[in-house]
């Protein structure tokens, strides 16, 4: 019934009845925040799988260039040795070697003396050393 009718309803006092207040979710939103969610977890591993197999492209390429750069420095020192005048500096140098016409020298440089480590610090001879910790240890003191 309605208040023109004559019958009784339950308006405030200004005869009006106020805006009903929605509610701030609604099942419209429930539904849409499960699907964003469905979908959030459904492209998560395939995305994950996507970068871990970025992260193995770009460590395989990596690794391809320097495949290729020692590739190129060994074909190289395989062009070199090809060469038989390279052979014959490399065994001069690195083993001394030289033709039965020929006079070899070998230059020992006095700044650099190789007997220095191996004698201590006082000059004395490696063995001397040695048999004094042995007569140290022993506790004799040299009997």
Not at 33 to 60: K, M, T
Request: contains cysteine; aromatic residues 8%; charged residues 20%.
């Amino acid at each position: 019934m309605s208040p023109a009718a004559g019958g009784t309803g339950a308006t405030p006092a200004g005869g009006r009845t106020g805006p009903v207040p929605r509610p701030k979710f609604t099942s419209r939103a429930a539904v849409l925040a499960v699907v964003v969610c469905a979908i959030a977890l459904s492209l998560a591993y395939p995305i994950r799988e996507y970068i871990a197999e970025r992260r193995q492209i770009d460590q395989l390429e990596a690794l391809n260039t320097q495949l290729a750069g020692q590739l190129t420095r060994l074909q190289a020192e395989r062009r070199a040795y090809s060469s038989p005048s390279y052979i014959e500096q490399q065994a001069r140098d690195q083993l001394h070697m030289c033709f039965p016409s020929q006079k070899c020298y070998i230059v020992i440089y006095p700044s650099h003396p190789r007997g220095k480590s191996a004698q201590g610090q006082s000059g004395t001879p490696w063995y001397s050393a040695l048999w004094k910790s042995v007569k140290e240890a022993d506790g004799s003191g040299g009997r």
